[in-house]
């Protein structure tokens, strides 16, 4: 059973370009959740979705950023016009929460770089 | 509101010595989730532990342990002879089924472990 993935890995952008993360959560895993971890510091919660729904998007900035977790395919997370602020990790988990609070797996995470 | 709590951003042990790590939380929820995560160098997130709040008993996995107190709130990590694998940021966490299990991250501690 492969685990949680994210690609790509590594993005490098420039200022005002998108960046497009994708998530693909472990096979059964019907519940996503974004984290942002900047430079030296924790991860902060962005954005919990299940297939084709918004849950909770109270992590996430105002503008320039988006999550979807469409009914085929991927959860992406997008930032528009991206600003060297954004440069970060981010960590995608899945859960099946089928009951209680299941633990969520974590994948390798992206790592965003903004020049 | 929920917090977690790191006091001790970054330690120095040598090698074959005991180290624990101190966590701190704050929760009004009555059933909630603690959690330990490894940072190595690589980046990648290892899930280390999980523990419900109906559950104080202390446990152990070979060279970790964690001892679990709720009536001061804390969740501490004991590493036993440790060893220059063990050198990572470890982070201490908090969820609840009520808001969604969404994680709630302290600013972890980064551990340099000597040889």
């Known amino acids: 059973n492969a685990g949680v993935m994210q690609n790509p890995r590594h993005l490098v952008r420039r200022r005002g370009q998108e960046a497009r993360l994708r998530c693909s959560p472990m096979k059964g895993h019907s519940h996503v959740y974004w984290y942002r971890q900047l430079p030296e510091e924790g991860l902060k919660f962005m954005v919990y979705l299940q297939k084709e729904n918004i849950i909770d998007e109270s992590g996430m900035p105002k503008e320039r950023f988006s999550a979807e977790f469409p009914k085929e395919g991927p959860s992406i997370l997008r930032i528009q016009q991206v600003v060297r602020g954004d440069s970060a990790a981010y960590f995608c988990?899945?859960?099946?929460?089928?009951?209680?609070?299941?633990?969520?797996?974590f994948g390798p995470g992206t790592r965003l770089t903004v020049l | 509101a929920q917090k977690v709590t790191q006091a001790q951003t970054e330690i120095s042990v040598v090698e074959k010595e005991d180290v624990t790590l101190d966590c701190v939380y704050e929760?009004?929820?009555?059933?909630?989730?603690l959690f330990w995560y490894k940072q190595p160098p690589s980046g990648e997130l290892v899930f280390l532990i999980r523990r419900n709040s109906f559950d104080e008993q202390n446990e152990i996995s070979g060279r970790y342990s964690w001892n679990f107190q709720k009536s001061t709130s804390s969740f501490n990590f004991t590493i036993t002879a440790s060893q220059v694998v063990d050198s990572a940021v470890y982070f201490c966490?908090?969820?609840?089924?009520?808001?969604?299990?969404?994680?709630?991250f302290g600013k972890g501690t980064r551990l340099h472990i000597l040889p």
């Open positions: 966490a908090l969820s609840a089924e009520d808001r969604d299990d969404k994680i709630i």
């Open positions: 988990a899945s859960s099946p929460r089928v009951s209680g609070a299941d633990t969520q797996y």
């Open positions: 929760t009004r929820d009555t059933t909630y989730y």
